[in-house]
């Protein structure tokens, strides 16, 4: 969420934006919203929610949209099964918007 609210306030001090192991989110999300919305409820997994994962990031999308991006997907990741489609999502706008996308296949706590 820090990475992409920082480019938000500061985006000229911002070359590219870097997302590993993660999935980008949308204005409004919240960790935990987007466990919910890709049906694997934080309760599910014993999360506790704590104020930085149920609180809502505000950016503008379309400042963001402007900076170019990294993703580096896991393909082994440990949280494939929180956010599996939220991950589909990242592949899809990383072709959408041209972003430079690698896959690893590694697990994310190696």
């Given at each position: 969420m820090v990475i992409t609210g920082t480019?938000?306030?500061?985006?000229?001090?911002?070359?590219?934006?870097?997302?590993?192991?993660?999935?980008?989110?949308?204005?409004g999300d919240s960790p935990f919203g987007i466990m919910e919305q890709c049906g694997a409820g934080y309760q599910k997994f014993g999360l506790v929610p704590d104020k930085p994962f149920v609180d809502t990031l505000a950016f503008d999308e379309e400042k963001i949209r402007t900076i170019p991006k990294t993703c580096i997907h896991y393909?082994?990741?440990?949280?494939?099964?929180?956010?599996?489609?939220?991950?589909?999502?990242v592949l899809k706008n990383a072709r959408?918007?041209?972003?430079?996308?690698?896959?690893?296949?590694?697990?994310?706590?190696?």
């Open positions: 480019p938000d306030r500061m985006p000229e001090r911002i070359g590219r934006i870097v997302y590993i192991d993660s999935v980008v989110p949308k204005d393909t082994k990741s440990e949280f494939l099964p929180v956010g599996k489609e939220a991950y589909a999502d959408r918007y041209h972003w430079t996308y690698y896959e690893l296949e590694c697990p994310s706590t190696a």
